[in-house]
């Protein structure tokens, strides 16, 4: 395949493994058919939907000949399916775009290619994302450098996967998405191409990420954090900072423990140390008013 950096605009794969999810995918796929980059596919990989989800791709594929439809047999579950979808891929560059998330700015893959060739060692490049929480959005504001990303990598997931970028030559490196891990796939494929690819990230605000309770970080919270902080002792030593990681996991659970101690036994003084606790961890919620943001998101896709 021609080199990605010869070409002015390399083919970009976009995939998106979908699961019972026929109230989302419209307006995912219609969020990334509206970017204002020449070269796209679209490969969706329905993994055995029960639902209408097959019925409403195949529907919008009639339109949109750019679309590539893959149907498992069976529900193979979500890292297999962006394997499978990456095999089918024909693109020099992957996009992820999650079956219920929305890409927001027309330019956010221009702007990413744009950066990936005029950096040619970065492996991985995500952007900013808003969050939408029922009727209330905040946002993440990320490191952007590889130093920053790396130094913070071990501790946590540090971006949203939505708004991930990699070019190919990641995916023949270090092969796809382990399917061993089941809820923190996206984390443990970041924390690989790690050792040998550079990190970056964009700070404008170009996804928004819809929380909702059939998200897999809602239904399957306790086995994500524990397979996350499994594969944080497993990639800590090829990451600064695993001492401080470390301090912070011991600190956070003797708080955790105080917290619900003294909330059991006397419930205002925990809402009190909480407060102080955040304050002098110089931790603060970022919640944003719709007036902030709506220079952000396009009202008409969205709503």
Known sequence: MENMESKEFPRISVITPVYNRQKTIRLALLSAMQQEYPDVEFVVVNDGSQDDTQKVVESMKEYDPRIILVNNPKNLWISQSRNIGMQHATGDIFAVLDSDDVWIRPDKLTKQVKHLQENPNIGIIWTNAIIKNKEKYSHTREHLTDRNIRWNSIRATQFLHSSMMYPRKVYETIGG??????????????????????????????????????????????????????????????????????????????????????DALIPWTSIHIKSTVKLMLGKKDSPLELSEINKYLNRELIE
């Open 177 to 262: 998405y382990n399917p061993q891990i089941k809820y923190a796939d996206d984390r443990e494929f970041q924390l690989r191409a790690g050792k040998y690819f550079e990190f970056a990230n964009l700070p404008e605000y170009m996804v928004l990420y819809n929380a909702h309770h059939k998200n897999i970080s809602h239904l399957h919270r306790k086995r994500q954090c524990l397979e996350s902080m499994r594969l944080s002792l497993r990639y800590s030593w090829d990451y600064p900072n695993v001492v401080s990681w470390i301090s912070y996991k011991l600190l956070g659970g003797a708080y955790k423990f105080a917290s619900k101690s003294l």
